[in-house]
C-alpha cells in the first residue's frame, strides 16, 4: 500500500510520479491510502489517471484505501471518478 502525501499539487507532481513509477514496477494491482489527501489539483489528477491506464494495460488497476473528500471532489469535478474508480468511496 502507497500511502499519498496530504497535498497532490503540482508541486509534487514530479516526486509522486517517481514514488508511483517504483510501485507501477511492481507488476500487480496498486493500493492507494487517500486518507491524508487533503488537497488536490488537476496535475495530480492527470498523474492517477495515467497511472491507472498503465496499470490497465497490464491487466490491473488501481484499488482505494481510506476516504478524501478533496479528492474524491475534485476527480467528479473533472469527470474522472468513475475511470479512478472513486465512486464506492
Partial sequence: MFRLPNELTISQVENL????????????DLCLDMSDVTRADTACIQLLCALQKALQL??????WEGSSEALIN?????GVANYLAL???
Avoid at 497490464?58 to 484499488?63: C, F, L, Q, V, Y
Avoid at 475534485?74 to 473533472?78: E, I, K, T
Wanted: aromatic share 0%; proline share 0%.
Fill in 17 to 28: 510520479q517517481a514514488e508511483l513509477l517504483k510501485q507501477l514496477q511492481q507488476g500487480s
Fill in 58 to 63: 497490464g491487466d490491473h488497476s488501481i484499488t
Fill in 74 to 78: 475534485a476527480c467528479q469535478s473533472l
Fill in 87 to 89: 465512486n464506492g468511496n
